[in-house]
């Protein structure tokens, strides 16, 4: 029988590095929002490493199933069902959260789509919440690596909406929705995994 289950080859390489970075910074965290959740690979292996956690999936209404075929087939307590979650609509869960996740979202979205999610963020955060992004970032402009230059152009060349953003841009939206950098993780393939804390 063929597995249902979607599959990014990706996760499996990066996401033990991500969760030694949660281990630290989600350890005293009670509920999480994953924001663009993919495959649900990543949210299965996070939320049976770190049971105290809820840990609420989201995404496009069409990646849902997928993401359902993945909670359904672990069958973890802290997985509620995943949620609708489409950050140009603006129609965010009515819950607040006390921290949030995402990987490998922001350089597929555009860059309007980027700063509804911060601003979506501001809302659903809770006053001391935490967030962790993980995926390739420019610094002081310019690509880390000539793998990342060529991810970039590859992107920019399927849909000029995409690409590699900047770091000091993605830090400036964080910081007007109160959030300030508490780590900067390198992480395999030129990736990093940045973590924001709200005072």
Known sequence: MTDPRPHAPATSRNRDPILDVLRRHFADRRSVLEIGSGTGQHAVHFAAALPQLTWQCSDRAPNLPGIETWLDHVGLPNTP???ALDVLADAWPGTRFDAAFSANTLHIMGWDAVRALFDGLDRALE???VLAVYG???????H???SNAAFDAMLRGQAPHQGVRDLEAVHGLAAAIGLRPVADVALPANNACLVWRRA
């Open 127 to 129: 006053a001391d919440a």
């Open 81 to 83: 069902a995943p949620v």
């Open 136 to 142: 390739p970032f420019k610094r002081n402009g310019a």
């Open 144 to 146: 880390t690596s000539d």
